[in-house]
């Protein structure tokens, strides 16, 4: 059986009853694990429990958002767009769930629509977070201050969300090679969530990509999270072989 298929749900659960002191497998728990593996960079396990959680309870907002998002990490582009339409039968028009299909459309080099679909998604009323985030993924090309405006505006109404914003703002900024402002917020993320591989990887990646000799003691840190990460590896790796090739040419 296939990722997606998977993905289909119910209106109940198996696990909703707790014996013998464990935790009752709730739409509650599976949303707590599925933040927990999303913060570990285990997004395939991520999308299982953001499915679990709607399995249990399909009007969580923040599961369907979740699943599309992880399906965007799996580069996973056409099914997120899918599963972001499902989430509009629920919620029709949700500025976040525009604003993830343009995220999905941008990725898969449909620009055009990607910049439609933001356009919309910025019309709506409640904008949240995510819907500044885009578009500064969006717009990281473009000359001038776009993409920093928008992610100032992110940052500014997240609220109780801070935290996690600014692990994706630092992302979105990562993404557009500006490293030393992606720390930043990287840092700022780290102090919420000192356990989280992803936000340490993310770190790792920026202090590696401007010479920083941070990046092999934070990539192992990150590597001490999650041994079996591959892109934190290959990263370690890289680092580690450049400065070798420096110091053997004297550079």
């Known amino acids: 059986m296939d990722r997606f298929s998977q993905l289909e749900f119910g209106e109940t659960s198996p696990e909703k009853k707790a014996s013998h002191g464990e935790p009752v497998r709730n739409a509650d728990y599976f949303h707590k694990e599925a933040v927990k593996y999303w913060l570990a960079g285990d997004f395939e396990v991520a999308l299982r429990n953001y499915s679990r959680v709607l399995e249990n309870n399909n009007a969580v907002f923040e599961a369907w958002a979740g ?22 039968d629920f919620f029709p028009e949700h500025p976040e769930l ?10 898969d080099a449909k620009v055009d629509k990607a910049i439609a679909y933001s356009d ?22 473009r000359k001038g201050s776009i993409a920093e405006n928008c992610v100032s505006k992110a940052v500014g109404i997240s609220g ?37 591989a992803l936000v340490w990887y993310e770190l790792g990646f920026c202090q590696a990509k401007l010479g920083r000799a941070e990046a092999q003691t934070t990539l192992e840190q990150c590597l001490r999270l999650r041994p079996d990460w591959n892109p934190a590896r290959e990263a370690l790796k890289r680092f580690k072989k450049r400065g070798f090739f420096r110091r053997l040419f004297g550079g």
């Open 67 to 88: 699943q599309v998002l992880m399906l965007i990490e799996l580069s996973e582009y056409p099914e997120a767009c899918v599963w972001a339409d499902k989430a509009m």
């Open 98 to 107: 525009l604003a993830l299909k343009a995220i999905a459309c941008l990725r």
């Open 120 to 141: 919309n998604s910025i019309s709506k009323d409640k904008l949240t977070p995510r819907v500044w985030l885009s578009r500064a993924e969006i717009f990281a090309e």
């Open 160 to 196: 109780e969300q801070a935290p996690v914003v600014k692990l994706e703002a630092g992302r979105v900024l990562r993404r557009k090679g500006d490293y030393s402002e992606a720390i930043k917020y990287l840092n700022e993320a780290l102090r919420e969530f000192p356990e989280s």
